[in-house]
């Protein structure tokens, strides 16, 4: 079983940034797929980004491409989202996702495990 918990959400200015971090616990981290999804109300799940466990592959969404990106430390078990020059279509409730393998990664059955989210509001 992996547990996955977000922080780092909250309000900011559009052109601001923020960095959201997700703490992982349970199965061997660094074996990992990880990845960010974000999810607005009334809207689908979107792809934001992912990480492959030796951080050597990344793949973004392409609403999100040049601003956002995706880092690890799998030393402290951690994934982090940079997110830079955010726009108020950025606001919605980011999730972190882990899974096995390095597949269709923007695809969420790709992933086995999710944390609760962390909500990120962008003010025009």
């Known amino acids: 079983q992996v547990q996955l918990v977000e922080s780092g959400g909250g309000l900011v200015q559009a052109g601001g940034s923020l960095r959201l971090s997700c703490a992982a616990s349970g199965r061997p981290f660094f074996s990992s797929v990880l990845g960010w999804f974000r999810q607005a109300p009334g809207m689908e799940r979107e792809f934001v980004a992912a990480?492959?466990?030796?951080?050597?592959?990344?793949n973004y969404g392409d609403s999100v491409k040049g601003r956002l990106t995706i880092s690890r430390d799998n030393a402290k078990k951690e994934v982090y989202l940079q997110m830079n020059s955010l726009k108020p279509e950025d606001t919605a409730t980011y999730y972190c996702a882990g899974g096995s393998r390095w597949r269709e990664t923007s695809r969420t059955q790709e992933y086995d495990y999710w944390g609760q989210g962390t909500q990120v509001t962008v003010s025009s």
């Open positions: 990480i492959s466990w030796t951080g050597g592959n990344t």
